[in-house]
């Protein structure tokens, strides 16, 4: 199956700092998903994003998906961005219909 | 916003208990999923739905089963908890897309003594 790698594991910010977080996968997909798991375990979607960039606010995303690769920008941040971002890419092929595999997650912790 | 609920959020229990974790969702995904996810890990794949009468296992082996027999409405059960099935366990349902969009659940959080 697919392999997806996120990096860095960890980061700590000072409120106001920018990041970028790195999701390498190692197929050809038709699906990537970004997350911010929050402190209560609950997985909100910040992008769907396939291919292309698109941004939200503070946040944006890039995916190239002819290098395999994804990155969120964080610009800004505040406490309330702490917690942990998922990388899940999928594609349509085979037995992975439909189906996400997630990276390991990058920690991030904003101090104030 | 997703609407996708899950219930309980915080189960505490003890050894041979059967407990069943719902989920319920109001968008008419055709596609449903639960995810286990043990503290700081990442989540992983454990029973999929393409649609009603429909169920599949995931790629982490589980002693848990589910069953579909509403499109809105996906359950899962363990039959005798053991305190190795303690993990959060999340749902998630996406449209009927060959890459759809995933939504999940706010996450029912196991303890088994």
């Known amino acids: 199956g697919i392999q997806v790698e996120q990096s860095p594991p960890d980061l700590i910010l000072q409120e106001g700092a920018n990041s970028t977080l790195r999701c390498n996968f190692s197929d050809s997909v038709n699906n990537l998903q970004w997350f911010h798991q929050n402190p209560w375990g609950q997985l909100i979607n910040l992008f769907y994003i396939p291919s292309g960039t698109k941004q939200n606010g503070r946040l944006s995303a890039t995916t190239v998906a002819t290098e395999r690769y994804s990155l969120l920008y964080i610009s800004s941040s505040q406490t309330t961005d702490s917690g942990v971002y998922f990388c899940?890419?999928?594609?349509?092929?085979?037995?992975?219909?439909?189906?996400?595999?997630f990276g390991q997650g990058t920690i991030l912790t904003v101090h104030p | 916003e997703a609407d996708i609920y899950q219930t309980p959020r915080y189960l505490v229990i003890g050894t041979g208990k059967k407990i069943t974790l719902e989920c319920s969702q109001t968008m008419g995904h055709d596609k449903m999923y639960w995810y286990q996810q043990d503290p700081g890990m990442e989540l992983h794949l454990i029973h999929y739905s393409y649609g009603v009468n429909s169920t599949e296992k995931g790629d982490l082996s589980s002693e848990s089963t589910v069953s579909r027999i509403r499109t809105e409405h996906f359950p899962l059960t363990l039959e005798s908890a053991r305190p190795s099935h303690t993990s959060q366990y999340l749902c998630?349902?996406?449209?009927?897309?060959?890459?759809?969009?995933?939504?999940f659940g706010e996450g029912s959080r196991l303890t088994v003594l």
């Open positions: 998630a349902s996406s449209v009927r897309l060959l890459a759809g969009e995933l939504f």
């Open positions: 899940a890419v999928g594609n349509a092929g085979g037995t992975s219909y439909g189906k996400l595999t």
